[in-house]
């Protein structure tokens, strides 16, 4: 029997490995895999290069996890934030190395890792300093950036529902960079707030096949919990 | 008398007709979505993967899970669908956004847009999905006041800041006037606020204004 | 108000020049768009280039659209079918250009078109007979084939159902090909089973979001008219 | 005695672990979900968006909307999800099908694949999903006949026929025996069928064997 449901967060970490790139999802406080967070910065990895949207509010989750000098560097479309104290520190300091991505370029390079893709041309940041260090080429006449792949050692994404095949559900703007990271890790784990029986979840609700999912943990707290501030 | 925010938005929000789907920046461009009347269906993109966005939630029925690209809590309007990130932004960068209005440090009169980051700012520059907007809505239409706090003009004939996207803002919508931005050519003043001269406009403004 | 819904299969199809691409869902006989492929035979333009999965079966549909003259390319993966004859035909009489591209990279390149990628790179095809003509280049070591977007002027899709949006809710294994050529048109047309009030379509359950269809045409002829036998 | 096709796609069937996902191309490769028993799970993928296959319907019970890449009608299994096109293959390509099950006109000792082309074939060949499969799969396994109807084996030094992959076909399963295709080495023999000799099946191959 597929069981990719286990019991704990240190279950759910177990393994992940020094020097590992780890792309968390989430887009502010929505569909952010905090729990894993917390379980990462106990587990102990270090050396870690952090794929995802922000650099992290105040000083809790990756804030945290960077604050505890385990982050060599981020991998981001937008270092501040409401409250981006620790990460500026750390830059400014050069303790933390940063690479910028357009919004959109992130999104596509993971897909692309998660696609057999190695390298696509795009028009965003053509002809800006986004472009330096990077081919460009003409296509019909249009300046075009060619991007590369960003794959994961692990991704650490959250959902609203799962089964035991690792299938998922989101709720409402909680999708956003989930799915496209959990094709692109070598190891996927999924926070969620239900487990479901297998078959309960309509297959065309199903957003993130099992097959990109390699654990699940249910970490339920209501639907109440979240608060909208962060990020 | 200039245009306040709101005016500024309200004046924006005329010219989007029925049937756009249009993503709105952080800032003084969200205010656009409160001005076009419920009767006129525009459907509002959100690149956090939200199609048709509804008006703010009432007190009390705020759904956590639902937020905008400025991380405000949203309500669907009906209609209303989800994409992940990487649909959100093939949707954007593929060119399927009707309009989109983002605001700005600088607007060059050849269209250039700067609007992430500034020299003098010693942090880490904030990109975002402002690069992607610019490079991949059909039209992009710049919402800001027209001059910075100290006076300097944010219509300039070549940007000083680092360029969000080439020669792509097609229209400006400032406190003093609408000009649009027409290649070959510059800025096209279209519409004054009330009370505004054309040569109190031309003092304020830091390239040549055409008149049609 | 917005409404896409249109009331006839010739109100659907107006407009559609001579030359155009026309990119045709459906994967065998499931989320094919049959009763706007009879449009298009009735509306008249010629010259096309048909980009789809197979190259007609019989003599109705895409293969009467052939037979009629009206196609100078075909695009596809696969050309042979249960019956092929028209195809076959006038290939072999040199009346019908071909362009064989497998049926990965053909969704790829046709999902480019719609996401602003101009190329990107696969490692299907790379090293056989399919690589010739385009640029191949090594990324790490391994062989990659650049392949184009595949933009169409016109796109024929099918759904199940449909709103006043366009938004589109597919049944069973009928979005295939669907969805993704939505996104690479300048005009995308359906035909859906059924048409619902704006609301009704569950938002997680929207596949193809309205953006990205022009026209929606009912052609309701209940659940059971499909017969698997086709393609 | 040589194994029957349903032997061959139940050989086959016996290597496939608990919890792989499995693409079955058409024919004889399509034979080997019916031999996996209904206690060990497999995620049967089919290349136009269906992940979590079930068995065949019963008759009276088919849903016309439901095939699978071979155009036969299936049913869904629990758990099982749609995706479109672009979604399915992205799958395919990113190595998230552990396993790929193919057909062949011919197998080389360095894994080469050849199933999509004949010389002789003067219509326009067919290529599908094959590609995608050869490139993109974690492992690809040949099932086929181990000769043609004349009598050729298919097993060869080098394709002759067009290619689909290179080096791609990780083990071979015919009619006569279980292959490993190991690198540097060519075929390794893993199996014969019952009756089998080593001397008959080097007769009936055009390539060097290996023996473990």
Same mark, same amino acid.
Request: aromatic share 4%; proline share 5%.
């Given at each position: 029997?597929?069981?990719?449901?286990?019991?704990?967060?240190?279950?759910? !970490?177990?393994? #992940?490995?020094? /020097?590992?790139?780890?792309?968390?999802?989430?887009?502010?406080?929505? &569909?952010?895999?905090?729990?894993?967070?917390?379980?990462?910065?106990e587990q102990g990895a270090s050396n870690l290069t952090a794929v995802l949207n922000n650099a992290g509010v105040g000083r809790i989750g990756v804030a945290r996890l960077m604050e505890l000098g385990r982050v060599r560097k981020i991998v981001c479309s937008f270092p501040r934030s409401s409250d981006p104290v620790?990460?500026?520190?750390?830059?400014?300091?050069?303790?933390?190395? !940063?690479e910028? #991505?357009?919004? /959109?370029?992130?999104?596509?390079?993971?897909?692309?890792?998660?696609? &057999?893709?190695p390298a696509f041309y795009t028009a965003t940041a053509a002809g800006t300093k986004l472009e330096q260090g990077k081919e460009a080429r003409e296509f019909e006449g249009k300046r075009y950036v060619m991007e590369r792949a960003l794959p994961g050692d692990v991704a650490l994404i959250e959902a609203w529902e799962a089964d035991r095949w690792g299938n998922l559900v989101y709720r409402g703007s909680g999708a956003n960079f989930n799915p496209v990271m959990a094709m692109a890790a070598e190891l996927t784990i999924a926070q969620v707030q239900h487990i479901r029986e297998l078959g309960e979840l309509h297959p065309h609700m199903i957003m993130t096949p099992g097959v990109y999912v390699n654990r699940v943990v249910q970490v339920d707290r209501g639907g109440d919990w979240l608060t909208p501030e962060a990020g | 008398m200039p245009f306040t925010r709101d005016q500024m938005a309200a004046r924006l929000a005329d010219d989007v007709p029925e049937g756009w789907c249009v993503n709105l920046g952080i800032g003084i461009p969200t205010m656009v979505a409160n001005h076009v009347p419920p009767t006129r269906e525009v459907i509002f993109q959100s690149e956090n993967g939200v199609i048709g966005m509804g008006p703010a939630p009432a007190k009390g029925h705020e759904d956590p899970w639902l937020i905008n690209a400025g991380k405000q809590l949203i309500t669907l309007a009906k209609g209303a669908s989800f994409v992940g990130h990487a649909d959100s932004f093939a949707m954007i960068r593929g060119g399927h956004i009707d309009l989109c209005v983002l605001g700005a440090f600088e607007v060059a009169e050849n269209g250039d847009l700067a609007n992430w980051a500034t020299s003098e700012n010693?942090?880490?520059?904030?990109v975002g999905g402002a690069m992607d907007l610019a490079a991949g809505a059909k039209r992009l239409w710049v919402i800001m006041e027209h001059t910075t706090k100290d006076g300097r003009s944010k219509l300039v004939e070549r940007c000083g800041y680092p360029l969000t996207g080439l020669a792509c803002v097609r229209r400006v919508y400032t406190n003093l006037a609408v000009l649009d931005v027409v290649p070959e050519k510059g800025f096209v003043v279209v519409d004054l606020a009330p009370g505004v001269t054309l040569d109190e406009l031309r003092?304020?403004?830091?390239?040549?204004?055409?008149?049609?």
């Open positions: 029997m597929i069981n990719k449901i286990v019991q704990s967060v240190a279950d759910a !970490l177990a393994g #992940v490995k020094d /020097g590992s790139t780890v792309l968390i999802g989430g887009f502010g406080s929505v &569909g952010q895999p905090d729990v894993l967070i917390e379980g990462l910065i620790v990460f500026e520190t750390l830059y400014r300091e050069g303790r933390i190395e !940063l910028i #991505v357009p919004q /959109g370029t992130l999104a596509e390079r993971i897909r692309a890792a998660g696609a &057999g893709i | 010693d942090t880490a520059p904030a003092a304020k403004t830091a390239a040549p204004l055409h008149t049609n």
